[in-house]
């Protein structure tokens, strides 16, 4: 153990050197650091309230862009169909289909998020119309697609095709 008065000369007089200390600086009190602990836990709250909301919206957003790519996909192949085959026989049908040169009354399609149809991971269901519009050679194609346990969430679709 280095004791340090014996390496001072003894000239100095160490209760001679005056301690500059203000009123008020001697550290922080009990309060202050409460108070400093609080205002972190309410930051880092915040921050997780915010990560939890994103996260929630991402999912959402993320589902109804699918609901709505499947929408399209169903649209183009009605406006591919309307290309080469009259739409007259497919108004007042539920889910329209043609096959074997006639329309027929098809059914509502249970699709996963890749477009697959049937299966355990199908999450979404299709619907589609197709009604002749009031304008002669114009029909209105509507394609709806619905998601989750309570099919709460809905992406509609609708356009006019000029046959």
């Not at 609901?67 to 007042?92: C, W, Y």
Request: net charge neutral.
């Amino acid at each position: 153990m280095i004791l340090l008065q014996k390496n001072i000369p003894k000239f100095i007089n160490l209760k001679a050197i005056p301690v500059f200390k203000l009123k008020g600086q001697e550290g922080f009190s009990l309060l202050e650091a409460l108070i400093a602990v609080l205002l972190v836990g309410l930051g880092l709250l915040a921050y997780g309230v915010s990560s939890g909301v994103t996260v929630t919206t991402n999912a959402k957003s993320e589902k109804k862009s699918v609901g709505v790519t499947l929408a399209q996909d169903k649209m183009e192949n009605i406006k591919d169909i309307a290309s080469s085959t009259a739409l007259s026989g497919a108004d007042s049908l539920a889910n329209p289909t043609y096959s074997g040169g006639a329309w027929s009354t098809g059914s509502a399609e249970d699709l996963d998020s890749e477009g697959n149809s049937g299966g355990s991971k199908a999450y979404y269901q299709r619907t589609w119309t197709i009604d002749e519009a009031t304008a002669a050679y114009l029909y209105d194609a509507t394609v709806t697609v619905t998601w989750g346990t309570h099919s709460r969430d809905t992406v509609t679709l609708q356009t006019r095709i000029a046959r």
